[in-house]
Every structure is written in structure tokens, then in C-alpha cells.
């Protein structure tokens, strides 16, 4: 099973910073908060990943919260082509399977 | 980034036919490749764990002797579709991580549609 929570949909206005909330409780000390995105009819697309500390790269940023019970993951300024069902994922590194939950589909309004 | 290549991206084919879907990591070798199905509107469900050089981990409820998995070398995977049947049409996506000291996310081949007719 999932180990993550996420709301079904959201909506953002493009240009603007879309947040995607996820719910983890029950992570464990090691694993670590992964984020995928789906486009209609391709693979998952890896976004990023974090343990503790907030991370940020050319695609994202992820804060995650103190306790590590949740985090968010951000598209600062959000287009047409983020428009994807968004999956947050908790993790071990390496060969740990990865069990995908429902995830977010993210709308991009013009 | 890495690349996992999946072969091919869309397949129609009769019902009792056995279909062949292949998953290469093009430039990393991985010793684990997953893969997944995925009915319209609905999330990834992990099928299987696929090693290379052992036989496949398949998840609960998932056929071994119909979703057959060799994993014969560190870049190649492949998935058949034993006896297909209409309700086996889905999109059916392998993933792949780096081995060793590589990059700890999972890369996604592009997924294969099979349409059973």
C-alpha cells in the first residue's frame, strides 16, 4: 500500500506557483520523500527527492516539515506543460520497490 | 538524465497470442527493473520485481505463469504476455534504477500500449 495521502486535484493559473501537498505519517527515519509526474500517455518523469532538509532543483522545490509528516512539493512558476497527475512517493534508496498511490492531477489553467 | 527505453510503445494483437514487451536501460546498468500496468485513469500497479539472473518477484495477485519476466543481462528486461485476452489490454511501463553508487530515483521507459482484440 501507499504510505502517502494526496488531494485527487488541483488547480493553478499558469505563471503562477503551484504547491501539491503530500501526507506522509508514517515515514520511517530512512526513507526518504520522492516526487514523480505523469503526462497523459508516458512514463513517470522523476522531479525530486529529499530526506530532511528542503531541496531545490532546475524542476522544483520540496519542503518538507520538521517532524517529516508532510512536505510540498513547488513549481514556482507553473505552465501549461506541468499539467500532469503529480505522485508523491516514500522510499528507501536504492533497489526498494516503488508503490505509486493516486497522486494529485494538476490542472494548468490558461 | 538516464534513459530506459521500452520496445514497443504501442501493440495490438489477437486474443491467445503472446505478446513480447522489452525494457533496456541505455546508458547505466541496472540489477533491478520493475514493472507496472496501468488501466485508463488510474495510478501505476506495481506487477513485478525483475533481477537480473533470478527469476522475478511478482506482487500479490499477479500471474507468474501469464506476465512472464527474464532478466538476461544488466540492461535487459522483458515482459510477455502469455495467452493475451481482452482484459490484459493496458499500458505496462518497466523502471529501472542505477546500480552501484548511481543516482538513488527510478527512470521510466516511455510505456507500451497493448491493445487485445
Known amino acids: 500500500d501507499a504510505k502517502t495521502t494526496q488531494p485527487p486535484s488541483m488547480d493553478c493559473a499558469e505563471g503562477r506557483a503551484a504547491n501539491l501537498p503530500c501526507n506522509h505519517s508514517?515515514?520511517?527515519?530512512?526513507?526518504?520523500v520522492y516526487w514523480y509526474r505523469q503526462i497523459h500517455s508516458q512514463g513517470p518523469q522523476y522531479i525530486i527527492h529529499g530526506l530532511k532538509n528542503n531541496e531545490t532543483n532546475e524542476m522544483a522545490s520540496l519542503i518538507i516539515t520538521e517532524d517529516r509528516k508532510s512536505s510540498t512539493l513547488i513549481l514556482p512558476h507553473a505552465t501549461l506543460r506541468d499539467t500532469a497527475v503529480y505522485y508523491c512517493i516514500v522510499n528507501l534508496n536504492r533497489d526498494d520497490k516503488i508503490i505509486f498511490g493516486k497522486g494529485t492531477r494538476l490542472h494548468i489553467l490558461p | 538524465g538516464a534513459v530506459v527505453s521500452q520496445h514497443p510503445s504501442r501493440v495490438i494483437c489477437k486474443s491467445g497470442t503472446s505478446v513480447k514487451i522489452e525494457c533496456r536501460s541505455l546508458?547505466?546498468?541496472?540489477?533491478?527493473m520493475f514493472w507496472y500496468r496501468q488501466f485508463p485513469k488510474k495510478s501505476l500497479m506495481l506487477m513485478a520485481t525483475s533481477n537480473e539472473g533470478s527469476k522475478a518477484t511478482y506482487e500479490q495477485g499477479v500471474e507468474k505463469d501469464k506476465f512472464l519476466i527474464n532478466h538476461a543481462s544488466l540492461t535487459l528486461s522483458t515482459l510477455t504476455v502469455t495467452s493475451a485476452h481482452p482484459e490484459d489490454s493496458s499500458f505496462y511501463i518497466c523502471?529501472?534504477?542505477?546500480?552501484?553508487?548511481?543516482?538513488?530515483?527510478?527512470?521510466f521507459g516511455q510505456g507500451t500500449r497493448l491493445t487485445v482484440v
Open positions: 508514517t515515514i520511517s527515519g530512512n526513507e526518504y
Open positions: 523502471s529501472a534504477k542505477i546500480i552501484g553508487t548511481g543516482a538513488p530515483e527510478a527512470f
Open positions: 546508458d547505466f546498468q541496472a540489477t533491478t
